[in-house]
């Protein structure tokens, strides 16, 4: 796992240096991202967006036309699912899932007005790694031969970003697997759905350069 984001750091970085490199030579501006993800797995009967994680990386964005604009961006994403112990549960019930991905959205940018801006469009999740645990500990062994996931998750993604000022903004995003990120175990189908989804809601602040 060390080794895992080990690279994970080393594609931040070297997505830093291209993005910009491209926005101060094609008129692009760039900045950085900074904020949480809340996320949830469709298809492993547990609800909630319980499992919290880091967000974070950089973006570049250009102005199509006065209304438009183009963003593309490369951040760490943690995504997952966990089962929060209540005090009528039984810690037999615990679960966490921690996966890991370096996320690059493509999004279409609508400046609803001077403060406020819609966004939508997919955004591809290459896997790093992941790690899974019950009340016995980490899933290894037999457990660890189950179904494992795909190297790269592909999601539709809509937020609201607010304008604080020229440096600052506040985005609100929600994020949903197009394509199951991992298959059932023994191939088996649910309520015509053939694997898990990931499933975010992301709360993140925006500084442009």
Known sequence: ???????????????????SLVSYSQGFEAGIIAGFNTSQISGDDLGGFNRISPNAGI??????????????EMTYLGKGSKKNIGPEDPASSYYLLRIHY??????????????????????LGVYVG???EDINGE???ILSA????KKFDLS???GVIWKLNE??????????SILPVRNFDQQASFRLTRGQLNKSVMGRVFYNF
């Open 156 to 158: 539709g993604n809509l």
């Open 130 to 132: 992941h790690k899974e």
């Open 102 to 123: 370096i996320e690059l959205p493509v999004l279409l940018q609508y400046e609803f007005s001077n403060k406020i801006v819609i966004e939508g469009g997919p955004s």
């Open 1 to 19: 796992m060390i080794l895992k984001f080990t690279k994970t750091r080393l594609l931040l970085t070297s997505g830093f240096f291209l993005l």
């Open 59 to 72: 973006y570049v964005n250009r102005e199509l036309t006065d209304k438009l604009n183009w963003q593309l």
């Open 139 to 141: 899933f290894v062994g």
């Open 146 to 149: 189950r179904e494992q996931f």
């Open 167 to 176: 440096n600052w903004s506040l985005n609100v995003r929600a994020s949903n």
